[in-house]
């Protein structure tokens, strides 16, 4: 949720849901104008794809159905598979959701073919937003 602050689309949205897609788990949130309003860990990442993408997209649709966030939602991906060939439009697919490596961080001075891997550190930049605001790693 921390991304909030290096990402204006995440502050504004009425409903956003982070999908923070790792190797062999993944993680969602889901926001509402920048407010987290639930959280959910899904037991498969892209280690199981392709094989088990189906599976994949059935835990992360049972978890937006259980968020309320079925409707009305984006889904911004971060992480290591955030930038998987095919993968938003996949999800977006299979979701019925748009969905998008979430690119709009706002980290001054980067140079731009670095701020396209930025989605990949996700949580790695939302940690180190929340020990700048002085909350502790």
């Known amino acids: 949720s921390q991304l909030v602050f290096v990402s204006e689309p995440l502050r504004v949205a009425e409903r956003a849901v982070i999908v923070?897609?790792?190797?062999?788990?993944?993680?969602?949130?889901?926001?509402?104008?920048?407010?987290?309003?639930?959280?959910?860990?899904?037991?498969?990442?892209?280690?199981?794809?392709?094989?088990?993408?189906?599976?994949?997209?059935a835990e992360l649709r049972q978890s937006l159905a259980a968020l309320d966030a079925l409707e009305g939602a984006t889904l911004h991906l971060v992480g290591e598979g955030a930038l998987l060939e095919g993968l938003s439009a996949f999800l977006a697919d299979r979701t019925g959701l748009p969905a998008a490596a979430l690119v709009d961080l706002s980290l001054e001075g980067l140079p731009e073919d670095k701020q396209r891997e930025l989605p990949r550190y996700g949580r790695a930049i939302a940690l180190g937003v929340h020990a700048a605001l002085g909350k502790g790693l």
């Open 20 to 57: 923070d897609i790792g190797g062999k788990r993944s993680d969602l949130c889901v926001l509402e104008r920048g407010v987290v309003r639930g959280i959910r860990s899904l037991s498969r990442g892209v280690s199981s794809f392709p094989e088990r993408a189906e599976q994949f997209v």
